[in-house]
């Protein structure tokens, strides 16, 4: 099991964890889940069913550069959808929000896509799903990055509460 990152244990790390929450019970999660799933789906289909048998009227250089695109749009729709399973398992109480900011549970980072020759004869479903996969990456990258990156050096906001109080007591000397 690999050790959380510094974050986990960071001051404000309850408030990390209530911001998790929130967004895995939020409208904006439900509906990228649920896009992320069905995208998921139509791929397989697409990549089993009637992509199976349009790369095969493909030329040489088209059909390696169909299995490599198609390759790379299968790791890239698995990596969001365990993102989203992730979010999912913080959601219905499986996965404490602390759990879920582990290193291991972040979007890899992306590799520099090769352009093969013979792409600019892939099929329009295919390049459809690409497109698709693309979009849905980068905003769940976005998503990531907000919630799990950009804020795990950013200090919890203060509470203006509490921080009234405390110079009310150096005031008045309690």
Request: hydrophobic share 40%; net charge negative.
């Given at each position: 099991?690999?050790e959380?990152?510094?974050?986990?244990?960071?001051?404000?790390?309850?408030?990390?964890?209530?911001?998790?929450?929130?967004?895995?019970?939020?409208?904006?999660?439900?509906?990228?889940?649920?896009?992320?799933?069905?995208?998921?789906?139509?791929?397989?289909?697409?990549?089993?069913?009637?992509?199976?048998?349009?790369?095969?009227?493909?030329?040489?250089?088209?059909?390696?550069?169909?299995?490599?695109?198609?390759?790379?749009?299968?790791t890239?729709?698995?990596?969001?959808?365990?993102?989203?399973?992730?979010?999912?398992?913080?959601?219905?109480?499986?996965?404490?929000?602390?759990?879920?900011?582990?290193?291991?549970?972040?979007?890899?980072?992306?590799?520099?896509?090769?352009?093969?020759?013979?792409?600019?004869?892939l099929?329009?479903?295919?390049?459809?799903?690409?497109?698709?996969?693309?979009?849905?990456?980068?905003?769940?990258?976005?998503?990531?990055?907000?919630?799990?990156?950009?804020?795990?050096?950013?200090?919890?906001?203060?509470?203006?509460?509490?921080?009234?109080?405390?110079?009310?007591?150096?005031?008045?000397?309690?």
């Open positions: 099991m690999s959380p990152n510094a974050f986990a244990a960071a001051p404000g790390s309850q408030w990390r964890a209530a911001v998790i929450q929130d967004f895995a019970r939020s409208e904006l999660f439900e509906r990228t889940f649920q896009e992320g799933m069905e995208l998921v789906e139509e791929t397989a289909a697409y990549l089993d069913g009637s992509g199976r048998q349009e790369s095969k009227l493909l030329s040489r250089n088209a059909a390696l550069a169909y299995a490599s695109e198609s390759m790379r749009l299968t890239r729709l698995m990596q969001v959808a365990s993102w989203l399973l992730v979010q999912r398992a913080v959601r219905e109480g499986d996965m404490p929000p602390t759990a879920a900011c582990e290193d291991r549970y972040r979007l890899a980072e992306e590799q520099a896509r090769e352009v093969h020759e013979g792409a600019e004869d099929p329009a479903p295919l390049l459809i799903l690409l497109d698709r996969a693309e979009r849905l990456y980068e905003r769940v990258r976005h998503l990531d990055r907000r919630m799990y990156v950009e804020s795990a050096d950013a200090p919890a906001p203060a509470n203006a509460v509490l921080n009234h109080l405390d110079r009310l007591k150096n005031a008045f000397g309690s």
